[in-house]
């Protein structure tokens, strides 16, 4: 009876260690899950998230482990991807030690601090709220800019990012990257041309706006640095629509060529005050290697392709810009003539 006992005692307690082991080695995520926790969630709401989403296939291995290692005191804010076939250990010990999986941020084609702010804020536990507050003059100050020149420190690209990223490390982030950026060669490329960091990112920013030819970027660059050079306006269009306050406006009138506005390239000679846009990598690498050419003008061909047709002499010019509106006026008519069919 002893014998007896002391078996089913020793193939109980095996059973029993068995268990435990598989609670804590055996695979227990059945899904990818992202959890995203903050300062508020309790280790209560971080179970009923597992539960109602069934991640784990078994919650008793992960209560029990979780409680074993007092999981429950060490809940940290984070983004937590646990993958499928994790085992519960690795998930508590993700949680306890608070390793979070870094998001990819992407931002391009920005033209405000608020779409800035609000792409942003899709990555971030930073609200837009107080992303825009980077812009505060005094925070800008802090960061060696003036409130029109703030846009040449954030640079578009893709960047990792720990979810927890407030606005203030987001900011110390892009001044990093910033610095990064202009190196050593790049900062000669920009003394080369006569241009500071900033002015390059300014040119950048109209270039960025007058064309989405990536091809034909070096070019207009040139077109404008040849008539900085010269001393003569930019009379770029897109800085008329930034000093508007409407850079979707699609066409130009002479109302808007009136502007006074330092940003107005068309009334104050040289670059405007800073950028008129967030310029992208490919922009100011267009302006920092430049086609060297003696054009001084260009404007959108007739053909409605995007891209333009330049010029030496302002005669020129204006005979490719009269085929342009001959034909923007042909094509308003045909629309006029279709609609009232």
Known sequence: MVILVLAVLFVG????????????????????????????????????????????????AFQWVARRKECREFIKPGRYHFREG??????????????????????????????????????LLADSLSLIGLFDPEVVRAYGFTPETFPAMFIPNTYEFYWTTTARQFGDRMKREYEAFWNEERLKQAASLGMTPVEVATLAS??????????EKPRVAGVYINRLRKGMLLQADPTVKFAVGDITLRRILNRHLDTDSPYNTYLYPGLPPGPITFPEIQSIEAVLQYEQHNLYYFCAREDFSG???????????????????????????????????
């Open 206 to 215: 109209i270039l960025q706006e007058e064309t989405n030819k990536q091809s």
């Open 307 to 341: 891209y333009h047709n330049f010029a030496r002499t302002h005669a020129e010019h204006e005979r490719n810009a009269a085929r342009y509106h001959a034909a923007l006026d042909s094509a308003w008519r045909s629309h006029r003539e279709n609609n009232s069919e």
């Open 13 to 60: 307690a095996g059973l029993r260690i068995w268990q435990l082991y598989g609670y804590v080695f055996k695979p227990n995520v059945q899904k990818d899950y992202v959890l995203y926790i903050t300062e508020k969630t309790s280790y209560e709401m971080v179970v009923d998230s597992l539960e109602r989403h069934q991640v784990m296939k078994n919650m008793n």
């Open 86 to 123: 994790m085992n519960t250990n690795q998930v508590v010990n993700i949680l306890r030690s608070g390793l979070q999986e870094p998001v990819k941020l992407t931002f391009n084609n920005i033209r405000t601090r608020e779409q800035l702010a609000g792409v942003v804020s899709r990555y």
